[in-house]
């Protein structure tokens, strides 16, 4: 079981999976007044980073869980690398209908809502595993400014411009479904640029260091076109944020 292998290529050396800087992904978890020892759940856990940071700066103890067998194993190095074996765990697989066996005070879900169909269904899912009075969180894309056409949706990687929301409606979207938004913290372009640029350089050495592999064809032709294809929509027409949500 894993995830199309070229995203383990064009990501292996992030250890954020999404457009959250190291500085935004700690003033978040700085936001929610995490309490020493609070259990966290983080579904679609990709390297770790989210766990493993807020478990050395702010206590907190909790699982990962993700499909890619690769990021699963750079998030298992990194908590060792941070002496937080005994405070974290990273299970690789599905976490389609991942329930966990201890409530958690937090439940989480960062740029992977397709695990639960799509936010409505990650946030029902998530709620199975929480705590009364704990957070959600979901990591999400919503608009800057609504796309023209859909070619320019499909320019930012969406299938067309129903797949998300203007920011306004995204958090009203989390009102009507029964959730107080208690905090939020968005991404700006710089942290695109981070999330987005830094596969380019992954992808040429990648090239360099395998050009008779099956996919080099397929990372050639990204890189030719990923960096134009972001300036041109992603950095222009997509926002990214993580919201913090608590039933009403
Ligand atoms: N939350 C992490 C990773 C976001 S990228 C971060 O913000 O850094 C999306 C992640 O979802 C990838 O790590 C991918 O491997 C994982 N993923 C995709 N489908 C999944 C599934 N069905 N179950 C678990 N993880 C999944």
Redesign the pocket.
Known sequence: MD?PRI?NITESAHR???PLTPEKLATLGAALRLEKGTRLL??????G??LCTWARDYGVIGTG????RL?TEQAKLRAAELGLADQVKFIH????GYVSDEKVGVAAC???T??GGGVSGTIELLAQSLRPGGIILI?EPYWRQLPPTDDVAKGCLAHSISDFLLLPELIASFGRLGYDVVEMVLADQDGWDRYEAAQWLTMRRWLDANPGDELAKDIRDKLNSEPERHAAFTRKYLGWGVFALMRR
Do not use: K
């Not at 697989?93 to 389609?96: I, S």
């Open positions: 995830i995203f954020i999976h999404n983080d579904l679609g856990s990709g390297s980073e989210m869980i993700d499909m890619s990021f697989g599905d976490a389609a960062l740029g992977a397709w695990i990591g």
